[in-house]
């Protein structure tokens, strides 16, 4: 079981003056139970490969499968049980509210999948435990919320899909470091409940510190891919386009360069173990 991409080029505004090539030759594997990040400049595609995998967009060239299916060849049912299996979270959360209160916005994924009635509203209470969201403010409208609360309807409201695999456009921007940490501590808990996270972002710090393997696009090109460890090793000697090393890891180059036999880390615990310093 795995989601797979296999030399997938997709492009917008396709045989007009306006063509844009937004991804090119790309291959990529997620599985149940990793968490993947997909990291790049503005632009560089990441958005697209997010819709690609939820089938909102079908490539072009190459293949998109999941458990061996091939997206292109699935008709109009089959596609709406992988958009199922296969939750899309949006940037920005307000594109996917419609409801005008979170009990309603997550109550309607199990309507929609023909839950019980009498079900649904234990689901809701689920899922919402599930992401750490207050009971107290089911009642409330989702646009009226804080935007870490924001973030918990709007994956809670995926989940109670019970999909299989959860795919996270930028879903840290915007918060503050509390509200982050919170996040990506719900996401760590749902990766080890067994859900493949395929998490789109900029922030090369979140992916070095919580990911499992990383690919690196620029231009809509693969430009590197594989554990934190060798992605920060590449982009010490091959630097992309708009990725700037986060402090840890800059601190612990230049510490290199001054002939310190420092390891190359992201992890500020290895260099005050380094010094004899305990954490």
Request: hydrophobic fraction near 40%.
């Amino acid at each position: 079981m795995s989601i797979e991409f296999k030399k997938v080029s997709f492009s917008y505004h396709k045989g007009t003056p306006l063509e844009r090539k937004a991804l090119q030759d790309i291959s990529l594997s997620l599985e149940p139970g990793e968490w993947k990040a997909v990291v790049g400049h503005t632009g560089s595609g990441k958005s697209t490969l997010a819709q690609l995998c939820n089938a909102l967009l079908l490539a072009e060239e190459g293949e998109v499968r999941k458990d061996g299916r091939t997206y292109g060849s699935l008709n109009k049912k089959e596609l709406r049980c992988l958009r199922r299996e296969v939750g899309l979270v949006f940037q920005y959360p307000e594109q996917q509210f419609f409801a005008e209160t979170v009990e309603e916005e997550i109550s309607f994924a199990p309507k929609n999948w023909g839950m019980p009635p009498k079900d649904i509203p234990h689901k809701v209470a689920e899922v919402l435990k599930k992401v750490g969201f207050p009971e107290a403010l089911r009642s409330r409208s989702p646009f009226a919320l804080s935007g870490g609360q924001k973030r918990r309807v709007a994956i809670a409201s995926v989940l109670a899909g019970d999909p299989e695999y959860l795919v996270l456009d930028e879903p840290t921007t915007g918060l503050d470091a509390r509200g982050r940490r919170e996040l990506l501590l719900l996401l760590q808990s749902l990766k080890c409940r067994g859900i493949g996270i395929l998490h789109i972002t900029h922030d090369l710090d979140v992916a070095l510190s919580w990911c499992d393997r990383i690919l690196v696009l620029d231009r809509g090109k693969s430009v590197a891919r594989g554990t934190p460890g060798e992605i920060l090793q590449s982009l010490d000697t091959q630097p992309v386009r708009g990725l700037v090393l986060p402090p840890v890891a800059e601190l612990s180059r230049l510490l290199r360069q001054k002939g310190l036999a420092l390891p190359l880390t992201n992890d500020v615990r290895e260099i005050l173990s380094f010094y004899g310093v305990n954490s």
